[in-house]
């Protein structure tokens, strides 16, 4: 549970933490800033944090330190103010904001010496359940400046925060270590060679850098330099800190101008022995599912822990979807702040309408569970790179008619690559137009032992052209794009019984002169009078598997004509009408409408999310409720 600190002395404070302990919280989080304990460089001042220890013991608590450093409101002012400062610079006015420069080379040695002294204090109380890294940002996360703190107290935005003479040295030297000349780099790039090593300066914008393959190095070079400074911080952590979980704070939605890459700061706490805390979330759930699962299936992939917390005030459904999708992901802590859902006021507590209730209802159901997943959704981070978006944004509308079905793992091209999908079924396709060959190749893969591969919306290339051996989704260089209005039949034998019964489907994209080896799904109504029948869906084998397009929108909205259901009802067919029409296994939807399931090792986790009263596995739920079903009663 998130609290300020000094509550211990604070009128009401200790009835306040009894009420936590019956309410089933485990922990409290303070914020630990190295500004509160280093008054002046040679002292420090641990008091406030002692006193409210000493309470959480005893009441039975563990306390959670959020230690954070760099940061404006966490940086002490005599290292604001002294010869070490070196504040982080944007590239769209040329001004510091109130943040450290991860690049400042005086910084680090004093995050050393804040972490030594914060262990030789506190290391043997044994109430510490475990310690959260605030590495940077503005509130701690492991990502670049966005908002700031106080308003109109320093420069800050969302940007770019590379614009010190430290950082622009680092990114010259990145270059050179991967293109050792400027030849070649011109030659990648696509440009003409720079005259200098000097003369290369990080883009502003995607518009603003030499070509898009610049702008992709310099954001790779943008996340790689967040993801190795918070590997200093969990590296020394674990050094001081041995044996104590320790947690890396992370959050946003992976924006390139965060900086921030959740699949790798996952493989390097699991390098370390550590965790994540995946920030950000609020009160809907589909939304805090596309912000946290990421983090979730990089955890299981490569062995590390990870937690959840919400960006500040969740409603009382949002409190449940909360505790669902903590446990649905297989989380092994859930934070959430203290005020969402009792208060203090004047030594008074208060039940929060709604939330307390909530809360105490489900907190039965938080256990660490092992989620099992049958489909992944897969993002391009090249494509996120050039459009400048993040996990969030296109895919949303696609995460929300797919999680009507079933639940799913959320992949990059880095776990795609790194064989995350292996016990998958199917893999579904962000909306992206560009993705990494070697991503293509896993896919292929993918589809060869068995898998579906299912794309949508737009025609997806390879940031390198065509394939080696032919389009994965069965385009050719001489696919044309057809554009124009018209109704759309089902072809003769397809399996698509689901779609067959939604009304008619009208559609304003379609393709022809495609690879011989598809199979067509869904045609134009309308015959041309010149050229190939015009395709709307189809499919092509790969192997024991198979590779599916739609022209359309997997989703309600763009591209459909006012049908409702259409997306579920394709989306369904080719999770398992089709699969079974080709001899693969189909996955396993969910059965009951309004209620969302997730299978675990243990068996099955159930929320229902409507408003009304619904039956679900011989029992009845509450708008509201979790329940979790055992495999035997299923």
């Not at 050792?180 to 290369?200: I, M």
């Not at 159930?606 to 509201?624: E, R």
């Amino acid at each position: 549970m998130g609290m300020g600190s000094g509550f211990a002395t604070r009128p009401g404070g200790r009835a306040l933490l009894r009420r936590l302990v019956d309410m089933g919280c485990t922990s409290v989080e303070t914020y630990v800033r190295w500004s509160d304990v280093a008054p002046d460089p040679d002292r420090w001042d641990w008091s406030i944090f002692d006193a409210d220890l000493e309470a959480l013991i005893a009441c039975g608590l563990r306390w959670v330190p959020f230690l954070i450093a760099g940061p404006w409101y966490a940086t002490p002012t005599w290292f604001k103010e002294g010869p070490h400062d070196l504040r982080a610079r944007c590239l769209e006015h040329d001004r510091t904001t109130g943040a450290q420069s991860i690049w400042n080379p005086n910084l680090f040695p004093e995050i050393q010496r804040l972490m030594a002294a914060f262990v030789d204090h506190y290391q043997a109380a044994d109430a510490m359940e475990s310690l959260l890294l605030g590495v940077t940002g503005d509130y701690g996360e492991a990502i670049y400046t966005v908002v700031g703190n106080w308003p109109g107290d320093y420069h800050g935005h969302a940007g770019y925060w590379c614009g010190d003479h430290q950082a622009r040295a680092d990114f010259r030297r990145w270059l050179e270590a991967r293109y050792h000349t400027l030849e070649s780099l011109g030659s990648v790039w696509k440009t003409p060679a720079p005259t200098t090593w000097a003369s290369v300066q990080p883009p502003v914008s995607p518009q603003q850098a030499p070509s898009p393959l610049a702008w992709l190095d310099f954001v790779e070079w943008y996340r790689q330099a967040m993801t190795t400074w918070s590997a200093k911080w969990l590296t020394e952590a674990r050094h001081q800190l041995p044996s104590t979980e320790v947690y890396l704070c992370t959050g946003g939605d992976m924006l390139p101008a965060h900086g921030s890459d959740f699949s790798e700061q996952c493989r390097i706490a699991a390098r370390a022995g550590a965790g994540v805390r995946i920030t950000n979330e609020g009160s809907d759930y589909v939304q805090n599912l596309m912000l946290t699962r990421l983090v979730a299936t990089a955890g299981r992939l490569y062995g590390s822990f990870y937690g959840f917390e919400p960006a500040a005030a969740v409603d009382a459904v949002g409190v449940t979807a909360r505790q669902f999708n903590a446990v649905s992901s297989g989380a092994r802590q859930l934070h959430e702040y203290q005020t969402n859902i009792i208060r203090e006021d004047h030594g008074q507590i208060q039940v929060v309408p709604g939330a307390t209730d909530a809360w105490e209802h489900g907190q039965q159901h938080l256990v660490e569970r092992k989620p099992r997943f049958q489909v992944g959704l897969l993002h391009s981070l090249i494509d996120l790179a050039l459009r400048e978006t993040g996990i969030v944004g296109d895919a949303l509308p696609l995460a929300r008619s797919l999680r009507q079905l079933c639940d799913f793992e959320v992949l990059d091209d880095h776990l795609m690559v790194r064989g995350a999908a292996r016990s998958l079924m199917a893999v579904v396709l962000t909306p992206a137009r560009l993705w990494d060959w070697l991503t293509f190749d896993a896919l292929r893969e993918f589809a060869e032992r068995g898998g579906m591969v299912i794309a949508a919306g737009v025609h997806p290339k390879t940031l390198v052209g065509w394939d080696k051996d032919g389009a994965l989704f069965g385009f050719t260089p001489d696919t044309e794009s057809i554009a124009g209005i018209s109704a759309v039949r089902l072809v003769d034998g397809a399996p698509l019984p689901s779609y067959a019964r939604v009304p008619a489907l009208h559609m304003t994209q379609s393709y022809r002169d495609l690879d011989p080896a598809i199979v067509p799904l869904l045609a134009l109504a309308h015959t041309p009078s010149h050229g190939g029948q015009p395709l709307v869906a189809w499919y092509r084998r790969w192997g024991r598997g198979a590779t599916v397009f739609f022209a359309g929108r997997l989703s309600q909205g763009e591209g459909w004509m006012s049908v409702p259901g259409a997306p579920q009802a394709l989306l369904t067919d080719f999770l398992t009408a089709l699969p079974t029409a080709l001899g693969m296994t189909p996955v396993s939807l969910m059965r009951t409408r309004g209620i969302y399931e997730t299978y675990a090792d243990d068996g099955t986790l159930a929320w229902n999310a409507s408003d009304a009263d619904t039956s679900w596995n011989g029992q009845t739920l509450a708008p509201g409720s979790i329940t979790w079903a055992p495999p035997d009663s299923q």
